[in-house]
């Protein structure tokens, strides 16, 4: 068979590629953005006016909804990539609370998409600075966590 | 899949390599499978498409599409959260069958269910 099929066409089903290139900034970039998402829809509101207004608001709310919802599930790959590439067992022993740390951040990923919580968001954006400290901490840099909005 | 494989020997299919286990459980790491270019894509089909932005051709579920661009998922990897929606001009064809295991591929994720938030 294989004699067969060894000069196929190959249909990439690879998962990520062993790069050995991560940072904690891709999270915080992507949990910015769906605060950001967020807030903008807590700010709009409903208008009073014609069928157009009601529609045209329908149609900006489903947009920030929609990137809302990639926004937070990008930030909780992003996560779940550091966990599971970078992060090894000699760094659970000097962070004991690193499985905690990254599982309640993946579940803070999901609040954000499931409703309109600031709170959620910001606590999600603390955990991505918690991680951040816990990653440059272990690769020995002092590197500042900062936010880009 | 006595029918696919007539279309294959008729040229109406093609064979690709799966490459990885992004698909799995579905499709395997080394898989051949068939695909027909002239299939309607749809809906949790499984096609085999260029890569956005990469010069490989990659194979995936079909989670959304419009007239333009097509959302594609797999259960692991990276796919259109990440690497963004693909040009519906870049489907080769939709995956019919496994020639490998000798059986018509699924109609939805096995793997849909549990994944799903």
């Not at chain 2, 990659?58 to 796919?79: A, F, M």
């Amino acid at each position: 068979m294989a004699l067969f099929t060894s000069n196929l066409p190959v249909a990439e089903a690879h998962c990520d590629g062993p790069c050995g290139i991560y940072d904690p900034a891709a999270a915080r970039i992507t949990a910015e953005a769906a605060r950001s998402m967020t807030k903008k829809m807590l700010d709009t509101h409903a208008p009073a006016g014609d069928d157009a207004a009601r529609a045209n608001y329908a149609n900006t709310m489903a947009r920030f909804a929609l990137i809302k919802e990639e926004q937070a599930e990008a930030t909780k790959h992003e996560l779940l990539i550091l966990w599971t590439d970078f992060f090894k067992p000699e760094h659970l022993e000097a962070n004991p609370d690193l499985h905690d740390t990254f599982w309640n951040a993946a579940k803070q990923c999901s609040a954000v998409k499931q409703g309109l919580d600031l709170e959620a968001c910001d606590a999600l954006i603390a955990s991505c600075e918690k991680i951040h400290n816990i990653f440059w901490g272990a690769k020995g840099r002092d590197v500042n966590f900062y936010l880009a909005g | 899949m006595l029918r696919e494989l007539l279309k294959w020997a008729l040229q109406r299919r093609y064979r690709y390599r799966v490459s990885g286990d992004s698909m799995h459980p579905d499709l395997v790491d080394g898989e051949v499978i068939l695909i027909s270019p002239s299939a309607q894509v749809g809906v949790n089909s499984i096609v085999v498409c260029g890569h956005p932005w990469k010069q490989i051709d990659v194979v995936k579920w079909v989670r959304g599409l419009d007239t333009e661009l097509i959302d594609l998922w797999s259960p692991q990897g990276s796919h259109s959260q990440h690497f963004g929606r693909a040009d519906a001009a870049l489907v080769r064809g939709v995956a019919t069958a496994s020639l490998s295991r000798r059986c018509l591929l699924p109609n939805r994720p096995t793997s849909l269910a549990k994944d799903t938030p």
